[in-house]
């Protein structure tokens, strides 16, 4: 069925340099992308979305890129910090309900 | 503004017993979502209600019920409970910013042990 994933389980990066966490997804009628970041113990944190009408939106020290001709999505951090330190979940929606990647697992070296 | 809020934190059941988890969302978030995680399947969504109506399900057994209040606060049900139901159950509070996006804020999540 369709499925959002995501390439690799775990990230290893020194504090201060840019990290990339990407994901596939396999559904091409999906129309609004969320990344979210989770803490242990807690519950996922929105951190930025975008539309599939755009291919590249900023927050702060992130980026969203969306490609929707190989159906990839990727998430930019900037100057990883340890407080970075988290699993993070790319999540497609068509309506309320999120359909989750399995996510990625980010550690930062200090 | 005060977060989602998910009662009890932690609960241990055995096989075969049911369950009651609460949610209360953002003041004002009329659509509540929930969610299972396991590190085998991630998170997955159980279902959402929106003014105290079912109105999207996902891929459960019939075991996993749920309901919403007049004053948006959810419950979900899980009858005979197995093994397999151990999980941290995530509820979501939402509400519409623009066609079919929503803001989406998760609550800590109730970490359900099945022994």
């Known amino acids: 069925g369709e499925s959002v994933g995501l390439h690799l389980p775990t990230l290893s990066v020194q504090e201060g340099d840019n990290s990339i966490i990407n994901c596939a997804y396999s559904?091409?009628?999906?129309?609004?992308f969320i990344w979210y970041k989770q803490e242990s113990g807690k519950g996922p944190q929105f951190i930025i979305d975008i539309r599939s009408n755009m291919d590249k939106r900023q927050g702060q020290r992130v980026t969203v890129l969306l490609n929707k001709t190989v159906k990839h999505l990727s998430l930019q951090i900037a100057a990883t910090q340890p407080g970075d330190s988290a699993v993070y979940f790319c999540?497609?929606?068509?309506?309320?309900?999120?359909?989750f990647g399995k996510g990625t697992k980010l550690s930062v070296k200090p | 503004k005060a977060g989602v809020t998910q009662t009890p934190r932690y609960l241990i059941k055995t096989r075969g017993q049911q369950v009651t988890l609460s949610c209360s969302p953002i003041?004002?978030?009329?659509?509540v979502s929930w969610y299972q995680q396991t590190p085998g399947q991630g998170l997955q969504f159980l279902f959402e209600?929106?003014?105290?109506?079912?109105?999207n399900k996902g891929n459960f057994p019939g075991r996993f019920s749920g309901r919403q209040f007049s004053n948006s606060r959810s419950e979900m049900n899980v009858s005979t409970l197995e093994l397999g139901d151990s999980a941290l159950y995530l509820c979501?509070?939402?509400?519409?910013?623009?066609?079919?996006?929503?803001?989406?804020?998760f609550g800590p999540g109730t970490r359900l042990t099945v022994t």
């Open positions: 209600y929106f003014s105290e109506t079912q109105r």
């Open positions: 003041s004002g978030h009329r659509s």
């Open positions: 559904n091409s009628a999906s129309d609004y």
């Open positions: 999540a497609e929606t068509q309506l309320v309900n999120l359909i």
């Open positions: 979501a509070s939402s509400f519409p910013t623009g066609g079919s996006s929503y803001e989406q804020y």
